[in-house]
């Protein structure tokens, strides 16, 4: 995979004394410290992290936790003290921290695009105009510029309010012009600054849904700041939790989720519900951890209620039910099967685990087999696999 | 007298001789300069006054009338405006409310011409404005009197002193109103300019000052106002128009001429205000 944005030992300090400043970091030094010592703040400390191409990289933390400061680097509207912050460009990375002017407005308009909190639309033009902005700036002749701007307003559904002025319009719809002005450069390389956060709860739902549909289509490279873990969760394909400008951890959802690195990442993943995260693979006992029984036949759980027979290409040859053959069904269809205990459900790993105990509901608990995309026989799980699952244990 | 102010008063720092010996050297140096710049000024004026007054005055009126409706969209102003200079036909007093008008749209002008870069130079350098804004204290707050003195040695009597005045005393708003207008442009707008590639002159013309467009208007009205403000003092050095007839109700202690000539600025104020402001009538 293509690196999009690599940020290298960044360290963002505000004020004068950036030598001491600098110097205080290497110590090790706190913000209050660094503070207290020479009277700046720090923005964020030694971060690195690897943005690749189509991900949806989502910096979390609390308030002043850096994430929007390093998220800012990526196109210079805040500048780095030391460290690099590559960004793709065409064919090579440009080094946003040591470029040219003409090089940084070039990726502005071309290689970075940004959506803002509070919108940041000017009032006193009309929503086609306001997504135009981008492409005027960059000098696109006004014939194309109105071409693309009616198919981004098409795509985000704005274009019955193309001619309104952008005060005219809600929150919800306000937030949609700042997508659209930002997918009408075509930069590849998208940066959110906590953009759903300025939203009632129902429209930040419904914004979530579009940007995950939009990315379907678009695949754009994401840099998204949140401090709502269930966002995060939601749409991130990858999370860094920041803590006091440092980054305290970074991974996939669920690995934040099951091994959060620290305290401060246990206290945030507190209140997560873990059914909206885990997937049937987070929580699956292994193919090669299960119990064998006679002549090619697997226990699915231990408590010997349900096995299988696997055949040398890996796939079921036939399931047994308390003793009785059982036919393995689907869990994806479940409210479609009829309720009958000689049937066995099986799940794909990305199978999400409510579903999974639907399914184990359904069939008075038996375990949910794993398969993978060429119906292979990859592991199962049990009702004790979920409970430590949900239970963290 | 005890000792201490004894030395002070008797060491006087001679801040009057230097400020005349300033300008005595600037008459005996660059008169004729001055002379010359006072000069075509008077003619340019003179020569704009001229050319209104050829036209009839209901003329001139209806026109006027009519840039109110093309600035405003508003007929309920336009028949105002209609009226009210109507009136002051009706007073006799068109011929200096014509010169005075000229007075005082060119003032308003010059001092939005220079106060308008200034007060956006200002809002991108807080040093500049630190240093600014002592001198615009002083032209604001030096009395009137004070200025017209150097200003009537300078250029001599007529409209030209008169618009120099007015302007000194006018520039410092439309500095302070640009500045407070570019300095609070929201900066969530100002970054989605920046974010999204602009050069600073792309900055300045399609995100600051449009969006400081009404703060400055309000400097326009603002200038107007003051330049009316001025009329009176303008005349006591030789500029024409409805000051002069104050001047002259005050030297003869003529009230009825005073109230004409008081209400005619009054009204020329309303108008001038109306067909300026943002925000008249229906237009946002």
Redesign the interface.
């Known amino acids: 995979m293509t690196v999009a944005v690599d940020f290298k030992n960044v360290d963002i300090v505000f004020g004068a004394d950036q030598a001491g400043s600098l110097a205080l970091i290497d110590g090790g030094a706190t913000r209050a410290e660094i503070l207290e010592k020479t009277g700046n703040v720090l923005g964020c400390a030694g971060a690195s992290l690897t943005v690749h191409e189509g991900e949806i990289s989502v910096l979390m933390g609390l308030s002043g936790s850096g994430k929007s400061t390093l998220l800012r680097a990526v ?1 210079r ?1 805040n500048v780095v003290s030391r460290g690099q912050v590559l960004v793709k460009d065409g064919d090579g990375t440009v080094d946003v921290v040591t470029c040219d002017e003409v090089t ?7 290689q ?3 959506v ?1 909190q ?7 033009r009309t929503v086609e105009e306001n997504v135009g ?2 492409l ?3 000098g696109v002749p006004e014939a194309e510029r109105k071409e693309r701007v009616q198919r981004q307003l098409k795509l985000v559904n704005l274009d019955p309010w193309s001619k309104k ?1 952008a005060h005219e319009l809600s929150g919800g719809m306000q937030q949609r012009v700042g997508l659209a ?1 930002a997918f009408a ?1 075509e930069a590849p390389i998208l ?1 959110m600054d906590e953009p759903f956060s300025a939203l009632d709860p129902l429209i930040r739902t419904k914004l979530q849904d579009e940007l995950l549909q939009l990315q379907a289509e678009l695949k754009k490279t994401i840099i998204f700041v949140s401090h709502d873990l269930e966002e995060a969760l939601k749409i991130g394909t990858h999370i860094t939790i920041m803590e006091g400008g440092r980054i305290v951890q970074t991974g996939a959802p669920e690995d934040i989720v099951l091994r959060p690195a620290n305290d401060y990442v246990r206290d945030f993943i507190a209140n997560v519900n873990p059914l909206s995260v885990l997937t049937a693979w987070n929580v699956m006992r292994d193919r090669r951890d299960l119990e064998e029984s006679t002549d090619g036949w697997v226990w699915l759980d231990r408590r010997k209620t349900t096995r299988f027979k696997i055949d040398e290409h890996g796939l079921v040859a036939a399931a047994e039910r308390d003793g009785k053959p059982a036919v393995w069904v689907s869990c994806t269809d479940i409210e479609a099967q009829p309720e009958e205990t000689a049937q066995v459900f099986w799940a794909a790993p990305g199978t999400s685990l409510k579903t999974v105990m639907m399914a184990m509901h359904r069939s008075q608990t038996a375990p949910v087999a794993l398969f993978d995309d060429q119906s292979r026989f990859v592991g199962a799980i049990g009702v004790r696999d979920v409970l430590s699952a949900v239970l963290r244990r | 007298m005890d000792p201490i102010s004894k030395f002070l008063v008797a060491y006087k720092i001679p801040i009057g001789p230097w400020g005349k010996a300033f300008f005595g050297f600037l008459t005996d140096n660059f008169d004729t300069v001055f002379r010359t710049f006072s000069n075509s000024l008077n003619f340019l004026l003179d020569g704009i006054v001229d050319g209104l007054l050829l036209l009839p005055p209901v003329l001139l009126i209806a026109l006027i009338a009519l840039l109110a409706y093309f600035l405003q969209r508003s007929k309920g102003l336009a028949v105002a405006v209609f009226l009210g200079l109507l009136f002051i036909l009706n007073q006799n007093l068109w011929k200096q409310t014509v010169e005075t008008l000229v007075l005082v749209v060119a003032a308003a002008a010059a001092s939005m011409a220079i106060g308008v870069p200034l007060g956006i130079w200002a809002a991108h350098k807080p040093k500049v404005y630190r240093i600014m804004l002592p001198v615009l204290d002083l032209m604001q707050t030096l009395p009137t009197f004070v200025y017209l003195i150097p200003v009537l040695t300078l250029f001599g009597l007529g409209n030209a002193p008169g618009l120099i005045v007015t302007i000194i005393f006018v520039i410092p708003t439309s500095v302070r109103l640009t500045h407070l207008g570019v300095t609070s442009v ?1 900066k ?2 100002v ?9 600073k002159r ?1 900055l300045l013309w ?2 600051e000052l ?2 400081a ?1 009404p703060t400055i208007m309000a400097g326009l009205t603002q200038s107007i106002m003051l330049s009316l403000s001025m009329v009176v003092f303008a005349a006591l050095i030789g500029a024409g128009g409805l000051g002069t007839e104050i001047n002259r109700a005050l030297g003869s202690r003529r009230i009825d001429l005073g109230l004409e000539a008081g209400l005619a600025i009054v009204v020329l104020a309303i108008v001038l205000d109306r067909m300026t402001r943002i925000g008249v009538g229906g237009k ?1």
């Open positions: 196109n509207l940084l407005r070039r990726l502005r308009q071309k970075v695009a940004m803002f509070q919108f940041g639309l000017l009032p006193w902005l981008g005027e700036l960059a002025y002005r450069t940066l | 929201p969530s707008i970054e989605a300019g920046e974010a999204f590639g602009a050069t792309q399609k995100v449009p969006s467009l946002k």
